[in-house]
């Protein structure tokens, strides 16, 4: 199975080091100069937008993520509950976006009602910059978030923080240092499954996002599709694969660590 993962990314390692061919695709001449994108000022905006937009996506995925994991696995109806996590996968991902726009576009639901309610005398402009972007990539995140959580909390020893509080333990003592230090490895999954995919969006952005929330997905796509620079597309993809190898091997060393306390 390693082979479907590991020849792609070969070759588009491979390709970041070719001359871009006349009519698109590659010329099999090595060259360093597809890398000097990371000096262009505007090329390192959008990669700083997106690592901001993708830090900010994940902070706020998991911050719900947790509260709600911890509900479902505290309930007397977890496989209701679950069941209404997963219900959007049953929903193409394309029209869950559109979804969002007919909601939050200048005649959408939300305006309609605010105009209505008199709240407002124009609609507000809720599409097409950063905030919508992060709004709809948290929705589109948060069952990713919330199912390893839930399979962590699921397991844990609540006695742990009822005996917390009966040695004097406020709920927030035992809250930040009995409950969050035990579902540790379910918190780093579910960063990484926020931190990894929202880095590479590219349909989220491309719908929502304007010019105001480009990132590094949609600059990609250019090259590939617009401009046919392939070795260029495929120099920015080895900069995402750089990034998010050094997300995996941080969260690699920190389950390394844990067992090792753990083991002691």
């Given at each position: ?15 970041a ?16 100069k ?36 911890y ?59 950063t ?48 409950f ?85």
């Open positions: 199975m390693s082979i479907f993962f590991v020849i792609p990314m070969l070759i588009v390692l491979t390709y080091f070719l001359t871009k061919g006349t009519y698109g695709g590659v010329q099999m001449i090595f060259t360093l597809n890398f000097n994108v990371f000096f262009d000022p505007i090329f390192l905006k959008v990669l700083f937008r997106t690592i901001y937009i993708s830090v900010i996506v994940t902070f706020f995925t998991v911050a719900l993520a947790i509260p709600t994991a509900y479902i696995a505290r309930s007397k109806y977890k496989q209701e509950l679950l069941i209404l996590v997963i219900i959007p996968f049953w929903t193409n991902f394309l029209i869950r976006i559109y979804a969002w726009i007919s909601i939050l576009g200048s005649n959408g639901f939300l305006n309609t009602i605010l105009i209505k309610l008199g709240i407002i005398e124009t609609p507000l402009k809720l599409l097409y910059n905030g919508s972007v992060v709004l709809i990539t948290v929705y589109t995140s948060l069952p990713f978030a919330i199912l390893p959580l839930y399979a962590i909390i699921e397991k844990f020893d609540f006695a742990l923080v009822e005996a917390a509080r009966d040695l004097g333990a406020t709920n927030r003592q035992a809250f930040f240092k009995v969050l230090p035990n579902i540790k490895s379910g918190i780093v999954t579910a960063v990484l499954f926020t931190f990894i995919p929202a880095m590479g969006s590219y349909a989220v952005p491309r719908l929502v996002g304007g010019t105001q929330a480009t990132m590094l997905g949609n600059i990609i796509a250019q090259h590939l599709t617009v401009t046919r620079n392939w070795p260029l597309a495929s120099a920015i993809s080895a900069m995402l694969i750089l990034v998010t190898s050094v997300a995996l091997l941080i969260f690699m060393r920190s389950e390394k660590k844990s067992k090792e306390v753990s083991d002691e």
